[in-house]
């Protein structure tokens, strides 16, 4: 059985406002290129401008990511998208370009700043867990406020509160090989919180689990931002994913930026071939919400259906609500349902025809199109 988490208790929420007028993470002209030591073997080019040669990585991205935003880098393997995440917590100095997140700049700073960067402002979750198998979970996850010297105590309550927020109160002094694969990414999270590190970088978290496995992961991690809203830069392969998860994409080709923004940017406005051949097979039920779907509510009732058709409704769900869950519901015939906001209030309402023309996908859309 799937291990649940506890109700979010709030000793670890930040209060912190998303609202800024500039990204709390800024990438600008960032490149990387990996030097072979012989021409001969040399593969490609920087831009001009650098003048070196070499495999170029990561050429010339760009872009910003949102206090309390989760912002997916989606790209097939080989794209540079590890890369630049590697070069946002430095384990891989950058060619050229800046980073700055909060308005400091992360390649000037020196050697005891850079280590006080990595233990309180940033956290990595890794794809294959980065657990010591010798130590325990509550160890595990204990183990960055150990090197910021917090008493044993004190670090040791802070990592069960984590692990409890996680599903795994109950586990605490387990031993990593007693673990499941999702449980053993759940003490990953759990070891992010526990720091209370502002920003969260995520290597392909979930690719190595069981389709229903990842599944629960990426719910509890939607759940945990809810709470939490850490600041995170989520790398994946899987384009179902990144738009499930992700409050703004950017798709990667050979170390390129080839777009960005949001998901529903990305399926009715693909920018190139590419992102259209991409988006074709997306499973657009989780993607798509009740909020995107909907027919908006104007002052006179529902726009080109009359008020009556939402005073007959039976149903009611939260505009975040993604298709595929409302499915269920009109499934047995109960519609129209009606949507509301975070403070509920009524936006609109939705019939299972809204539903299955949001499904089909758009022709003509593309600025690629005929």
Known sequence: MTAQPTALPTTLHREESMDSDKPFVRVENLSKVFHTGSTRRMLGLL???????????????????????????????????????????????????????????????????LRDYRNRTINMVFQHFGLFPHKSLVDNVAFGLKVRRVDKEAREAKAAEALAIVGLGDR????????????????????????????????EPFSALDPLIRKDMQELLIKLQQNFKKTIIFVTHDLNEAMYLGDKIMVMKQGKNIQCGTALDLLEAPADPYIE???AEVDRSRVLTAGMVARRTGRHGTEGQGADLLSSVSARVPESTVVQDLLPILATGTEPVEVVDQDGATIGKITAGDVFSALAPSKGNSKNAA
Do not use: C, W, Y
């Not at 694969?181 to 209370?196: I, N, Y």
């Open 47 to 113: 831009p001009p401008k650098s003048g070196r040669k070499g495999f170029v990585a990561v050429d010339d991205v760009s872009f910003g990511v949102e206090r309390g935003q989760i912002f997916v880098i989606m790209g097939l393997s080989g794209s540079g998208k590890s890369t630049i995440i590697r070069m946002v917590n430095r384990l891989i100095d950058a060619s050229d370009g800046t980073i700055t997140v909060d308005g400091k700049d992360v390649r000037s700073l020196p050697p005891a700043d």
């Open 172 to 203: 605490i002094h387990a031993m990593p090989d007693q673990l499941s694969g999702g449980m053993k990414q759940r003490v990953g999270l759990a070891r992010a919180l526990a720091t209370d590190a502002e920003i969260l970088l995520m290597d």
């Open 277 to 279: 051949d991409f988006v």
